[in-house]
Each structure stands twice: as structure tokens, then as C-alpha cells.
């Protein structure tokens, strides 16, 4: 389920010499022994980079890992929020998105935030899951700082999502507000062969049921829940 979602399965090993020692023992040994040398058990065994070992931790999880996760807590709570901002020498700068707003608009993001102030942003990576729970960050926060703007991103690493994206944006168009449509965007992300998403590493994006929210302000993600 994972290859083309995180992949690059074979790329990343230290040289090409492993593949064929990987795919042979595959093909040849009894099934008890497959598991011992498939690719997730090489990377599980001999990820040493620190790109081997994102790609280690996203192969362990995948869908099935993310589905029980979500299905044994509801609320999407994976982890403790601190009620204090990041340090801005340790904030992360928020990644690169480009897309297309519910409005139709091209947006390019962080440049649209304003970096004076702070701007809320949540972020799902599946058009109709998290975005109640992102809703019950944002309307609460549009009704505590109502000169703060707020955005929302759906952010998608899907070949079937990117086929029919368009389609579920102008279905989802009518129920968004027209005040929030401009800065309410579908980012499609290619599949990656050759890496990890640079959008749901850089962001902790780890299940893709829930919906997440962050601060931004001058770039950097200084807060996260």
C-alpha cells in the first residue's frame, strides 16, 4: 500500500548490489523466509540515514496501522499540545504548497500569510476525513482573534484524488462559507519514488483520518495540535 506513497523502496539502498540478493530470495525461499529479507525488513534491520530511517517509519505504519489508530480513538488526540508557542529558533518553516482555492484562485503558500501576525492553519490529507476536527479548532479561534485569518488546506498524495480532486472540490464548495473559500485550497502532491512527502513529513502529518492545526507566523510553524 505504501510503495508509491513513500517510496523509494530500492533507490535509497547504500548501492544496487542489494536488489538483486533482495528480490531473489524473494522469489526463491519458502514463504517463512521472505520476511526475513523483503525490503521492510532490510529497512527495519539497516536504516541508518536519516531519509532510510523516515521511510523505516512511514513503511511500519500505512494505512491499516493508521485506520486502527484512528479507530481506537475518535477524537484524533495523537498527542499532547503544549499551551505555549515553539521558540522561534526551534519552529520549523512551514512547507511549500501550491493549489487551487475553492474560489478557483491559484495560491501559493506561506507567500499568501500575512507574516506580520499569526495565522491559523489546518491542514487533512483526505478531502472529507478531519474536518470537523479541524472545525473545532477554528471556530473557536475565529471567535478568540477574529483579526487573525485562517486557512485550510486539504493536501493529497493520491493518483486516484488527483483524478477526481476537482470534482469532490466543487462538491465540497457549496458547504464552505464564501468569506473562507479564498483561503480554503486543494494541494495534490505527486506520488513520490524517490522520497519521502515533504508536506506530511515537514508538518507530522502521521495519520492521514486527522485533521491538524498550526500557528504560522514569518514562515514557522510555532505552534501545532
Not at 90 to 119: H, N
Amino acid at each position: 500500500l505504501n510503495m508509491l506513497r513513500y517510496g523509494p523502496i530500492l533507490r535509497t539502498l547504500p548501492s544496487w548490489k542489494h536488489v538483486a540478493p533482495l528480490i531473489r530470495v524473494h522469489v526463491r525461499v519458502p514463504s517463512r523466509s521472505v520476511s526475513k529479507w523483503n525490503v521492510f525488513g532490510w529497512y527495519k534491520e539497516n536504516a541508518k540515514t536519516e531519509k532510510q530511517i523516515q521511510l523505516r517509519d512511514q513503511l511500519q505504519e500505512g494505512a491499516f496501522h493508521e485506520y486502527k489508530q484512528f479507530a481506537n480513538d475518535p477524537k484524533g488526540k495523537l498527542f499532547t499540545i503544549s499551551d505555549k508557542p515553539i521558540p522561534k529558533h526551534k519552529a520549523a518553516a512551514f512547507p511549500p504548497i501550491s493549489g487551487t482555492s475553492m474560489s478557483l484562485k491559484k495560491v501559493e503558500l506561506p507567500a499568501s500569510f500575512d507574516s506580520s501576525q499569526p495565522t491559523f492553519v489546518g491542514v487533512t490529507t483526505k478531502p472529507f476525513y478531519g474536518a470537523d476536527m479541524v472545525d473545532s479548532w477554528r471556530i473557536p479561534f475565529e471567535h478568540t482573534f477574529p483579526a487573525y485569518p485562517t486557512w485550510q488546506v486539504v493536501t493529497m498524495e493520491n493518483v486516484l484524488y488527483m483524478s477526481v480532486g476537482p470534482v469532490m472540490q466543487l462538491a465540497q464548495r457549496s458547504s464552505v462559507d464564501k468569506s473562507r473559500r479564498d483561503r480554503y485550497l486543494y494541494h495534490y502532491e505527486k506520488p513520490h519514488i524517490t522520497d519521502v512527502n515533504p508536506i506530511t513529513t515537514a508538518l507530522g502529518l502521521s495519520n492521514s483520518f486527522v485533521g491538524y492545526v498550526f500557528i504560522v507566523q514569518d514562515g514557522l510553524v510555532r505552534w501545532r495540535g
